[in-house]
């Protein structure tokens, strides 16, 4: 990669300012030992829930709040983010920073639980975006859920896909990766979606089902 080609993907990261809420927010991740999304991703989430006019969304690791509040910026006035995580503590946080940005208490849903156990529960063709940011070796299942879950025309989006540059590394890899890879692959050759890989954070791979 050129240097000119790095610096434009940093300033293209770092294009949407965060406010001091999503700092806070994203020091309180760190301080549990969390990563976080990026700016860039943050800003993508953001875009994407504006654009399908998002009034349900469903996320996949609530973490400290940080991807929930860029996603509900974007989401429309009246709607509703269902947020699951295995960490209630990381959901206290979350909940924390909602409030901090000025969202109402019931703009945000929180269930805790291992995903795969919470989604089967959430209702067919009920959201309009599934954000994904969890066990990354569950990422396959995910999005077998995600398009029960979404509606004709809905969107998913995976975050960390490029795996700091080990997908498309030849050396041996792990089994994470090793099913990143089968994801990627899946949404590729999969004749009933339509998908995009966004350089933006770890790679951002967003697919709509038609």
């Keep these: 990669m050129t240097a000119n080609r790095q610096t434009s993907w940093a300033f293209a990261d770092a294009y949407v300012a965060e406010d001091e809420v999503l700092h806070r927010a994203r020091d309180r991740a760190r301080v549990a030992g969390l990563r976080s999304v990026s700016p860039g991703t943050g800003a993508a989430l953001r875009l994407l829930a504006a654009s399908v006019d998002a ?4 996320e996949i690791g609530t ?9 509900l910026h974007g989401m429309r006035p009246d709607g509703v983010l269902t947020t699951v995580d295995q960490e209630p503590e990381h959901q206290q946080s979350a909940r924390q920073a909602f409030r901090d940005a000025g969202f109402a208490g019931n703009r945000a849903r929180f269930i805790p639980g291992r995903a795969l156990d919470v989604l089967p529960r959430l209702a067919d063709a009920g959201y309009d975006l599934v954000f994904c940011d969890a066990d990354r070796q569950e990422y396959q299942d995910y999005l077998a859920e995600s398009l029960r879950l979404l509606r004709p025309g809905g969107l998913v989006a995976f975050e960390g896909v490029f795996a700091n540059g080990r997908t498309v590394d030849s050396g041996p890899q792990p089994t994470e990766v090793l099913r990143l890879r089968e994801l990627v692959r899946t949404v590729r050759e999969s004749t009933e979606l339509v998908s995009s890989l966004l350089p933006v954070g770890d790679g951002l791979l967003c697919v709509v089902r038609r």
């Design 55 to 58: 009034k349900a969304v469903a």
């Design 63 to 71: 973490g400290c709040g940080v991807s929930g509040i860029h996603l």
